[in-house]
């Protein structure tokens, strides 16, 4: 299979998944692409569409960025840890990151897919109050790179297993990680960002993991011309 579904293939993946059936109608449906022409390592298209701002996840709390503190190009990534493609797509993310010294990765959840997505989502928001960026990077890595469905319980073990302790007094961190994570899912359903994985690259949404050749190619297009591809 290629690194993005073909238009008909992912319709029918959201079908048979069991997501809300008007979200694969709102698929079908879709508004006329930003840029016209993107296309996967494949060959098969990309899905895109402009956004209102450069800058959709200013003002929304509890997001994580890591990279470069200065950098010129940020990559928002909303993503589901129960989303296989995420898992696929996280090695190669990492590989792009860290090898571009002026790029940023925002993290951006949407757990979409199961009620236990939503509260791995508030376990890994919580780890990121409590012990900060760096340890809650690390969660997050270990959560993507685990196999089979991760609920709270899972989490947990991945948790310990890194000397985090999920289950220590309440300090206040758990609450305000349930506030950030549902404004996050708030934002992603006011921008119609309703598919994991998604990304945001300044004015523009694209779904599906493109590949990490195609990604650096929209990288280095924004870089030179402001949008994911110069024609």
């Not at 079908?28 to 022409?37: M, R, S, T, Y």
């Not at 359903?189 to 945001?200: E, R, Y």
């Not at 300044?202 to 990490?212: L, M, R, S």
Request: hydrophobic letters at 50%.
């Amino acid at each position: 299979m290629g690194t993005t579904f073909h238009r008909r293939a992912l319709i029918a993946h959201l079908a048979a998944g069991g997501l809300l059936a008007a979200t694969a109608r709102a698929f079908a449906a879709a508004p006329p692409p930003a840029v016209p022409g993107l296309a996967a390592s494949d060959g098969s298209p990309i899905r895109n569409f402009a956004l209102p701002s450069r800058a959709p996840f200013a003002d929304v709390p509890g997001l994580q960025r890591f990279g470069a503190a200065e950098a010129d190009v940020v990559v928002h990534e909303i993503f589901d840890y129960n989303c296989a493609f995420c898992r696929t797509a996280a090695p190669a993310l990492d590989e792009v990151l860290a090898g571009d010294d002026r790029l940023a990765l925002v993290l951006v959840h949407d757990p979409i897919l199961s009620p236990a997505s939503a509260a791995v989502a508030a376990l890994q928001q919580t780890a990121f109050r409590r012990f900060g960026a760096d340890a809650a990077h690390g969660f997050h890595r270990a959560l993507l790179g685990s196999r089979g469905f991760v609920d709270a319980p899972r989490a947990k073990q991945v948790a310990a297993a890194l000397g985090l302790d999920l289950d220590g007094p309440d300090d206040g961190h758990p609450a305000r990680a349930e506030t950030d994570l549902a404004a996050q899912r708030r934002r992603t359903a006011d921008l119609g960002l309703k598919i994991t994985p998604s990304f945001v690259v300044g004015d523009t949404a694209f779904i599906g993991w493109p590949g990490p050749v195609t990604l650096r190619a929209m990288i280095a297009a924004e870089r030179s011309c402001g949008r994911l591809r110069c024609d």
